[in-house]
């Protein structure tokens, strides 16, 4: 299987052409390849797919092989790939997923791509379609007991669950000891991504980021707009101008159009390496 190793700050997935290839066990294909001993390393897998509604389709897996709806770093490496590598000639696409259709627009420098801006769609803050178990309709800045300590939540879906935590100091946190409490809670029915954040400024947060399926991740686009969602909700920043989100690989800046309810991220997507592994063992 031919592949492509890519990178949106940090945050890795190993990419594969399926206009070329064919991936036929790919929540076993993404366990292999994601291991950084014995495997390529990364935080899963991403199929690049031929689609009859857009210009391309976006089919994840994370490492622990289990799908993902969304992944905000990887669609923009996505559109960084059919540009590059000449499948969409395109400053302008449209890229399906399992949460809609994604729509990018690519800045380009000297024929590659370097910053892409995603229109990320709504923010979905009604509990249950989050799916959150809640006694309000919403939950903001709502109290959550996680291994014996109240925490206080605000969830945020960008077509994966969020739960967002704020606290003083980020840096010295054992995201590793409370991160898969907090993933596997009882009230996040299809588990939760949870993201502590460290507010700097009226217009800059800090977070670190605990993926449900992948643990802690240098990045997290979806992440980074539920916190800059949760954050003008909760009235930590300015709402009427983009927020940085500071993650442990690199800044995104997002930014809420309150008027169109629509959330747009824009960042860097690069590409670390091509190369061949063989799967036949897998399939």
């Not at 302008?92 to 800045?107: A, E």
């Not at 500071?246 to 997507?269: C, H, S």
Request: hydrophobic content about 40%; overall charge negative; proline content about 4%.
């Amino acid at each position: 299987m031919k592949f492509t190793k890519m990178q949106g700050i940090g945050n890795d997935y190993v990419y594969v052409n399926c206009f070329e290839e064919t991936v036929k066990n790919p929540a076993a294909v993404a366990r292999y390849v994601s291991d950084r001993h014995f495997g390529i390393g990364s935080d899963g897998l991403i199929l690049i797919k031929p689609s009859d509604i857009a210009d391309c389709e976006m089919d994840m897996y994370n490492l622990d092989g289990s799908q993902g709806a969304m992944c905000g770093n990887g669609i923009r490496c996505v559109a960084k790939y059919v540009y590059d590598y000449g499948i969409v000639k395109k400053e302008n696409i449209s890229v399906s997923t399992k949460s809609g259709i994604k729509y990018l627009d690519l800045t380009v420098r000297d024929g590659k791509v370097a910053l892409v801006r995603v229109n990320m769609g709504s923010p979905v803050l009604t509990a249950s379609q989050i799916p959150v178990v809640s006694s309000t309709e919403e939950m903001i800045n709502a109290p959550l007991k996680v291994n014996g300590e109240t925490y206080y939540i605000t969830a945020v879906s960008m077509g994966n669950p969020h739960a967002i935590v704020y606290m003083a100091d980020v840096d010295h946190l054992d995201i590793g000891e409370i991160g898969p409490y907090f993933e596997n809670h009882m009230a996040f029915p299809d588990r939760v991504n949870t993201e502590f954040v460290e507010v700097l400024d009226d217009h800059t947060l800090k977070m670190r980021v605990w993926e449900r399926g992948s643990g802690e991740t240098l990045a997290c686009g979806t992440g980074a707009c539920a916190v800059a969602v949760a954050s003008i909700l909760n009235g930590h920043v300015d709402g009427e101008k983009p927020v940085t989100v500071k993650l442990l690989g690199g800044d995104l800046e997002i930014f809420w159009d309150r008027q169109e309810n629509l959330v747009y991220m824009t960042g860097p997507a690069a590409t670390v390496f091509d190369g061949e592994i063989d799967i036949s063992f897998l399939e």
